[in-house]
């Protein structure tokens, strides 16, 4: 069986839905939305009051406020924190990427009230007392919090690939496709990474674009900068080790989805030879584009909880089903649409990943072995990174991760 959970990074910032930050949200809340539909367990990841209070605003203005309340204390939807800070520095004429862990003496609990929960912006978007008690109390019961210490390798794996010209053309070529898709200005560049030494003898990349007109194009609300790349592929490993950790899948935006499926790619070729295990499903279904009707105000909150009430049986069919049935997905979307009484045309709909797992229950299971790390490794191709094979004993302990993302369709015909 495949899982029912799915883990949703809500910030949007450049490599997270750059134009939802464009118009002045900190969060998607489309991409929320569309978690809510597909899966019946909702992992929801935020850093600061400004984003869970555009949350909870977005329920309250539909009231249905208390419904949300409801499925936090039922853990339907979980907190996820990361309680560790993740930043990019320059030094010595050189980037990096580091996490660093706050005081070990505090509560983890205690530090997320005092950051996040009893800020004056969660405050007000709940409103009464009775509610912050009964919001206090749901998330205190359920929240996940992990420290640093289980993401030393995901950290390793950003800086190497920081350093790495095909990972780092990948990821700034996800984000001007992004860009010039949905402002549709023409055709991307294409961006060709070269390695170089500088005085000192360290790697220095070339980009061969200039990010200036890029960031200049987003605007300041998205402050695009230096570092956000390398944070890009922070983000990106701990989201994945995660989603191993808790067997979930992946709901992103581009560019993160573009960068997330390549890594997986990577992992996945350490252990079979073949490129193409991941699937990917691009079809029109006759469903509303959720995602973007709640990105521009026309879909609330109520609705998206109607749907996901109309949704339980395609639900239970994307975690069972051994292969990837078009026929059926064209079938259930249709009927969520005629039982939720919900218009509004088409969507295209992209599923990326181990839907149902079945190609992969041959090959990297075989591959793997049923050992323990080490003797996983024995069985991987060289050159294969702890972080690596990490992710793949979370293959190997039945995780069939998917990525439900906008990620560009050009990326898959570059390969």
Excluded: C
């Excluded at 573009?258 to 992992?267: H, I």
């Excluded at 279904?285 to 909150?301: E, I, K, M």
């Amino acid at each position: 069986m495949r899982t029912s959970s799915v883990l949703v990074p809500l910030e949007a910032w450049a490599y997270s839905s750059p134009f939802v930050r464009r118009s002045g949200f900190h969060v998607d809340l489309g991409l929320l939305a569309d978690a809510l539909i597909y899966y019946d367990h909702v992992y929801i990841v935020f850093s600061t009051p400004e984003q869970l209070a555009e949350v909870l605003r977005w329920f309250q203005d539909s009231s249905v406020l208390d419904t949300f309340l409801g499925m936090l204390a039922d853990d339907v939807v979980t907190v996820y924190r990361y309680d560790f800070f993740t930043g990019a520095t320059w030094a010595n004429d050189s980037w990096s990427i580091w996490n660093l862990q706050g005081p070990r003496d505090l509560d983890p609990i205690d530090e997320l009230d005092r950051l996040v929960l009893e800020r004056p912006q969660v405050r007000n978007a709940l409103g009464s007392k009775a509610r912050i008690r009964s919001f206090r109390r749901a998330v205190h019961d359920h929240a996940v919090i992990v420290e640093s210490d289980r993401f030393g390798s995901a950290i390793e794996e950003s800086r190497k690939d920081m350093l790495d010209t095909e990972p780092v053309a990948r990821a700034v070529q996800a984000l001007y496709d992004e860009v010039y898709r949905h402002l549709r200005v023409g055709e991307p560049p294409e961006v060709h990474v070269t390695a170089v030494k500088n005085g000192n003898g360290k790697v220095m990349l070339n980009l061969g674009v200039d990010l200036t007109k890029l960031a200049n194009m987003l605007g300041p609300r998205v402050d695009l900068r230096d570092s956000s790349m390398i944070a890009g592929f922070g983000q990106v490993n701990h989201l994945l080790l995660s989603a191993s950790d808790l067997r979930a899948d992946l709901m992103l935006p581009n560019p993160l989805a573009t960068m997330a499926s390549a890594k997986l790619n990577q992992g996945f070729e350490h252990a079979d030879k073949l490129r193409r295990i991941v699937s990917e499903l691009v079809l029109r279904v006759d469903f509303p584009d959720v995602r973007n009707l709640v990105r521009s105000g026309r879909l609330d909150a109520r609705t998206v909880l109607k749907l996901r009430s109309k949704a339980g049986r395609f639900r239970a069919w994307l975690q069972d089903e051994a292969s990837m049935d078009a026929d059926a997905v064209l079938a259930y979307h249709g009927e969520m649409a005629r039982e939720s009484r919900v218009s509004g045309g088409t969507r295209l709909l992209h599923l990326f990943g181990t839907i149902g797992g079945s190609v992969l229950a041959g090959t990297i299971g075989a591959a793997v072995g049923s050992g323990p790390v080490g003797g996983a490794a024995g069985g991987l191709a060289g050159g294969a990174t702890q972080y690596l094979v990490e992710i793949l004993q979370g293959l190997n302990r039945e995780w069939r991760p998917a990525v439900f993302g906008d990620w560009a369709r050009a990326f898959i015909q570059r390969r």
